[in-house]
């Protein structure tokens, strides 16, 4: 399952607005801060409209389409393009602007386009050699590409900038979970926690980290601990449910895996997870599931399908709940 990193982006300042354009940008930047960002895109439009060598403009409508809420992957898919597109238009207009290339370096990250991100990230630090937030994502770029001496190279120099920003031990401690450095990955969370108490985050983070060390009650307590800073948090009950299923708690870790599933309605991860769970006893369910994650998902289609076809036989579903749970299974 995909793991998002806490990318870092800058919101551009004015200085590319003057008069009536000015109220406008800050009307817009407003409704942003809000989390309107349909009606912060609207006035981007109109500024660009009377103006289109705005590139403040741009850059920022840019970062709202990033935000802006989407009913599928489809629909999530179009909005990064769109951003990608007003990024670069707005590169073309003023290329000395660091912040633009670190957020489209972010951008590309979050497209798995890990090469295209480096270049625009060199580009942002060759402009601003101690821009932290460029070293972040840089770093996050790095390890994805599996460069993981880069990549420490850039959160070390992140942290020397600003050691008490919670944002570089959060990056650095997925980035090393995802490099299988589990204990020095729940350093970094513990150290975020430390930072920042009320921030149910690491708290997961660490909890995934501690399942990977078979610490299964540290992973339980971290996981109620996210859940009591919010008890909307999904992450939490869902990896509270892959826990419990692969000790034989069956309704237990089915009862989170839906609870997961009713905080956040479109992650896909979660529907797969009940159709592994329910494989064996219900495998028509488990295919309804397989089904709403494909829609949910498109870009993996083919996964889901091949679970479906796997329904169909008994060795299959066992093959789906044992490529799911046996590592955990054997952990105990």
């Not at 403009?57 to 769109?82: G, H, I, M, V, W």
């Not at 859940?227 to 989170?256: C, H, Q, V, W």
């Not at 006893?281 to 996964?303: G, N």
């Amino acid at each position: 399952m995909k793991k998002v990193l806490m990318l870092c982006l800058s919101v551009l300042l004015l200085g590319a607005c003057s008069g009536g354009e000015n109220a406008m940008f800050r009307k817009a930047q407003l409704a942003a801060e809000k989390g309107q960002f349909t009606r912060a895109i609207q006035l981007y439009s109109t500024i660009l409209k009377n103006n289109p060598d705005n590139y403040a403009a741009y850059a920022s409508r840019a970062l709202a389409y990033e935000q802006l809420p989407y009913k599928d992957a489809e629909e999530r898919n179009k909005n990064r393009q769109q951003a990608e597109k007003d990024y670069l238009s707005a590169i073309s207009l003023n290329y000395r602007r660091p912040e633009i290339f670190n957020n489209l370096g972010a951008l590309y990250i979050d497209q798995e386009k890990y090469d295209e991100a480096v270049l625009q990230l060199n580009q942002a630090l060759r402009l601003r050699p101690d821009y932290f937030m460029a070293l972040l994502n840089r770093g996050v770029a790095y390890s994805r590409q599996g460069k993981m001496s880069l990549a420490m190279i850039d959160f070390g120099a992140a942290e020397k900038l600003n050691p008490q920003s919670p944002l570089v031990y959060l990056n650095r401690g997925l980035a090393q979970f995802s490099a299988g450095a589990y204990p020095a990955a729940a350093e970094d969370f513990s150290q975020m926690m430390e930072l920042d108490p009320t921030n149910p985050r690491p708290y997961l983070e660490r909890g995934r980290a501690f399942m990977k060390m078979d610490y299964y009650q540290n992973a339980l307590d971290d996981f109620e601990q996210a859940l009591a800073l919010n008890p909307n948090y999904a992450m939490p009950y869902f990896y509270m449910a892959e826990l419990e299923f692969s000790r034989g708690n069956t309704d237990k870790g089915i009862a989170y895996a839906e609870k997961a599933k009713l905080l956040a309605p479109t992650y896909a991860p979660a529907y797969e997870m009940l159709g592994d769970m329910l494989a064996l006893e219900s495998p028509v369910e488990a295919t309804q599931h397989y089904l709403a994650a494909r829609r949910l998902d498109p870009a993996r289609a083919l996964r889901y399908q091949g679970k479906i076809r796997m329904m169909t036989t008994e060795n299959g579903r066992k093959r789906v709940v044992a490529d799911r749970f046996w590592d955990l299974q054997n952990q105990r």
